[in-house]
Structure formats: structure tokens, C-alpha cells
């Protein structure tokens, strides 16, 4: 139970997260892929005349179970796996978020950013509209996310894969590095 | 009821991404600015472990559950997977979440990142309504 619990190491918790796609392959012949579930969901809602939303999303519907499965499995974490304590980071991350305005280093995700109250400021205008944004609309663009490219693609041994997870990467790396420090400071200090 | 195998893989992977602690903000901020190996760790032993899985598959002649013979859908080649995957990689330092991880931060109980998720559904409709209009 302890284990349970605590925070699963990268070699236990890596190869779980790959045995997923051996193990969609067997139970229904699918492939690992999360972003999708957002084009079914406008295919589900709001098609409107669009060319791209204008498919049988229902014979894609195990995809919206398999992200529904994901929300509450994290619940269940949240209710009966939690160890309450904060995340054990590089100092050095700390001390460069902490310059940075973030103050709270106690739980999953900052505290001080990610709650309602920043819901409709300057705050979550960049990191829930414009971060979210982004995401949705870089991965159907990008054809797959870290899951469909970065892990089912390369495991696949599709090099548009390997292109898209390298292009992710420097795109991480230059908003980590580069233009969020600025905006940071700007918005929470 | 033949849905409910994918909800309980859900599930499974859910409280996998949340225990490897690969929904967290700061773990992501971590990673680009190459202060842990945790998520390259996560992330390269998950793409050999799954490697491997597909080759066992194949090498076995594996049928999945209904009969079907296994097929490996071909990824085509586009610019999208290079500027698509520029955007998302800025999307992915901002938010701290790939869409998977989205679904867990809310299940996590940070219920402000369905703010998040309804902008990259939005974001995922706007491409589908200029997708003629960009290179690929």
C-alpha cells in the first residue's frame, strides 16, 4: 500500500504507460491516441458545415470512454492513492519558478495558477485559453500528440513520428526557456 | 457493454499518468529545462516497452479479442507534423498537459483545466475550419 501510494519511479511507471499500446491492439485492435477524442468531441457537438467534422464519430466512441476512463482513474488517485506530499523536484526548477512568481509547490500543479480565481484574468487567458489553444489546435495539425505520435508512432517505427515528437520538443523548450520566464513575471509577480 | 474495456483501460492508464507524476506542471517545466530525467525516463522506457509489445504481437500472429488480425495504421508524412507539432510543444510548456494528461489534471481535482480542455477543443475546431488554408 505504501508503494501505492507514493509516486511511481520512470521505469515502473513508463513501461506501464507502454504496455497501452499492446494492450488496445489486443482488446479492440486500436491505436493509442488521446488527441482525437477533441475532433470527435466537435464532430459530437459542433460539426457545423465543416468538411473535417463530418464523419461517424460514433465509431470512434471508444475513444471518448478511454478519456472518461482517464479522469476517473485520476480521482480515484486523488481519493484513495495520494500521499500528499509535494512533488520532489530539481531545487534548481524551484528556484527558477519561484523567481519566476510561482509561489505554491505543494500539489500536482502550482496552486497559485491553476485555480478558478485566475479563471477569467490575464492569468488564465495565457495558461488555460492560450496554452489550451495551442495544445488542441497544434495536435490535430500535427496529426497525434505525445501518446499517438511520441509513443504508438515511434513504437511503430513511423519516422513522421519521430519529426513531429522532435518539432513538440523544441517548441517545449522554447516556451519553457524563453517566453514563459517573461510572461511569468509579468502575470504573477 | 463492449465499451466498458475501454473505460477501465482508461482508468488504468489515468491513475498510471497521475502516479508517474507526468501530469504535473512543474514536472513538465522540469523536463525543458533539463533538470530530471524522470520524463525522458518515463517517456523513452514507454515508447521500448511498447516497442516490444508490438513486436510480440506480430512475431505471435496475435489475433485482438474480436478476431481481427492486428493492423498498424501508416502515420503519412505532412509540414503539419512539423509546425502542428511546434505549436503543440508551446502549448505543452504553457498548460503543463498533452491532451491525455487534461483528462487527468481535471480528474486530479484541478477542475479549472475544463477552462483548458473547452479552449483545445476550440482549438481543435478552428483547425479543422482553416485546415485547407494551411501547408501540409
Not at chain 2, 24 to 33: C, G, L, N, T, V
Not at chain 2, 50 to 76: D, F, H, Q, T, Y
Not at chain 2, 89 to 100: F, R
Amino acid at each position: 500500500m505504501n508503494f501505492l501510494k507514493s509516486p511511481w519511479p520512470w521505469y515502473i511507471a513508463g513501461p506501464l504507460i507502454g504496455l497501452s499500446v499492446p494492450l488496445l491492439m489486443l482488446i479492440g485492435n486500436k491505436a493509442l491516441g488521446i488527441s482525437s477524442s477533441l475532433r470527435h468531441i466537435c464532430a459530437a457537438c459542433l460539426p457545423g458545415k465543416i468538411p473535417f467534422f463530418q464523419y461517424d464519430w460514433k465509431k470512434e466512441s471508444w475513444n471518448l470512454w478511454f478519456v472518461g476512463g482517464i479522469t476517473l482513474g485520476a480521482l480515484l488517485v486523488l481519493l484513495f492513492l495520494n500521499n500528499g506530499e509535494p512533488v520532489d523536484l530539481n531545487p534548481a526548477t524551484i528556484a527558477a519558478l519561484r523567481k519566476n512568481g510561482v509561489q505554491e509547490f505543494d500539489e500536482l500543479l502550482p496552486g497559485d495558477i491553476f485555480h478558478w480565481g485566475n479563471a477569467f484574468s490575464g492569468t488564465g487567458l495565457l495558461f488555460f485559453v492560450a496554452g489550451g489553444f495551442l495544445v488542441g489546435f497544434g495536435t490535430r495539425y500535427a496529426g497525434g500528440c505525445t501518446s499517438g505520435h511520441s509513443i504508438y508512432g515511434i513504437a511503430t517505427l513511423q519516422w513522421p513520428s519521430l519529426v513531429a515528437t522532435l518539432c513538440f520538443m523544441t517548441g517545449g523548450f522554447a516556451m519553457s526557456n524563453l517566453i514563459l520566464p517573461p510572461l511569468m513575471r509579468w502575470l504573477l509577480l | 457493454m463492449k465499451n466498458a474495456k475501454f473505460l477501465i483501460a482508461g482508468m488504468l492508464f489515468g491513475i498510471i499518468l497521475v502516479k508517474a507524476e507526468v501530469i504535473s506542471w512543474f514536472r513538465i517545466q522540469e523536463m525543458f529545462r533539463l533538470e530530471s530525467f524522470h520524463m525522458y525516463g518515463v517517456i523513452g522506457s514507454a515508447i521500448v516497452t511498447a516497442m516490444l509489445g508490438v513486436m510480440l504481437i506480430k512475431k505471435m500472429g496475435w489475433r485482438s479479442m474480436n478476431g481481427e488480425e492486428i493492423v498498424i495504421r501508416k502515420k503519412p508524412f505532412h509540414l503539419g507534423n512539423i509546425f502542428g507539432g511546434l505549436i503543440f510543444g508551446l502549448g505543452w510548456a504553457i498548460t503543463g498537459a498533452c491532451p491525455g494528461p487534461l483528462f487527468a489534471q481535471i480528474g486530479s481535482g484541478f477542475t479549472v483545466v475544463i477552462v483548458t480542455l473547452f479552449s483545445a477543443i476550440a482549438g481543435t475546431w478552428v483547425y479543422g475550419l482553416v485546415k485547407d488554408r494551411l501547408p501540409h
